[in-house]
């Protein structure tokens, strides 16, 4: 069986990352399980953690009054869940939930936030895994916003 | 000029199928044998009497010769009257004109495919060609990103192919709600996520143009030579056969020398405004 600080070293997330800062964060790490349709986290809860998918499905999705909600996007295997936890005030901007069943790395947010605060270089680490994929969902936005595959009125 | 590519003939619709609320499949005559036939990513200009003239995308098997098939979204005053053609009705055919997908010369490759919205359309012929030809090709995925799970055209058609072991079929939407469980984001995003072989991949892009070029950049970045990638491009074509110029994309005529063009081509001019 594997420890955390394997699983966590093996995660996309925290792969390559020295040995030294890798045992740093395990201490802040352990393996949480989400049925599906459970809740990872709800919108304007406390951004306590920071989840690294392991296997699995979470949809983020924002509650529309008098609709369902909607989804608008699907993380899986090797993705991070959560980047609120990084920023004041820590709270979650829209709520998490597992599609299927999920394992992930639930990183406890004080902990990993202290470790970087104390640790600059480690903190700097952290910032250039999280960075490009903040990067690219922004992105995946634009996109999204600009409803591509709407129809345009042809110069017919 | 001959008078003959200019000329449309009356053809009768054979059959119209609802894909999406206003997404209208219409097989029709083939018309004249001379026409000669059609290869996957060709168009033919549909002519509505009395109204007006559209290019349209074979989305048909284009080994079936005595007929045609063409996906229409209705949105503009032709493609409104062409959706609404009912079987035995008349239309005005011209074509095939243009040029298509590379499918001879992807032979041996792998090909990764990818599709948005109804840039499927153009693509499906594409999908028959290979799957016909199966043995000829390595490993096929075909990505299709849409709006929403309603959105999605050809859905049963994509289900039997993904039932198929040697065909991979990744969806995904912009948004959906909470039955939907498939994936949710954008079509770019999933290159990274295929572990593909970039060097040995051909690939096929049709869509909404942003979306090629976020397409483009991630098939870049996975490490897909420009020249081995190649885009279905979408402009107003008017004769067909590169006279007019209403179609012109810099030095390129897209009904004449596209509609699908290999990227190293039309590189310059995807991010320019206003072409």
Known sequence: MKDIAQIVGEHPFFQGLESDFCNLVCGCARNVRFNPGEYLFHEGG??????????????????????????????????????SWILPPYHWAYDA????????????????????????????????????ILTSRLHATQMQILDVYGAPEPPE | ??????????????????????????????????????????????????????????????????????????????????????????????????????????????????????GLAPLRSAVYHVLRNREKYGRIILLYGTRSPNDILYSPQLEEWNQRPDFEVHITVDHADSDWQGMIGVVPALVPTLGFDPEDTVAMVCGPEIMMRFTVNALRDAGVEDEAIFLSMERNM?????HCGHCQFGATFVCKDGPVLPFDRVRGLLSLKEF
């Open chain 1, 46 to 83: 406390d951004a306590n953690h920071m989840f690294l998918i392991r296997y699995g499905q979470v949809a983020l999705e924002v509650a529309v009054p008098g609709k369902p909600a909607v989804s608008f996007q699907t993380l899986h295997d090797g993705d991070l869940v959560g980047v």
């Open chain 1, 97 to 132: 939930r597992a599609i299927t069943l999920t394992r992930a790395i639930a990183m406890d947010a004080h902990c990993l936030r202290k470790k970087c605060d104390d640790d600059p270089v480690l903190g700097y680490e952290v910032l250039k895994r999280l960075l490009p």
């Open chain 2, 1 to 118: 000029m001959s008078d003959d590519l200019m000329v449309p003939e009356p053809v009768r619709v054979l059959s119209r199928q609802q894909e999406l609320e206003t997404t209208w499949t219409l097989e029709l005559e083939a018309g004249q044998a001379s026409r000669g036939p059609c290869l996957p990513g060709q168009f033919n200009m549909l002519y509505v009497f009395g109204v007006g003239e559209v290019p349209i995308s074979v989305s048909g098997d284009t080994v079936q010769s005595e007929t045609l098939v063409h996906t229409v979204r209705a949105v503009g005053p032709v493609s409104r009257k062409l959706a609404a053609l009912k079987p035995m009705e008349i239309v005005g055919l011209r074509g095939p004109f243009g040029v298509g997908w590379p499918m001879t010369q992807s032979e041996g490759s792998d090909l990764l495919i990818v599709a948005g919205g109804l």
């Open chain 2, 238 to 242: 008017k004769c067909a056969l590169g």
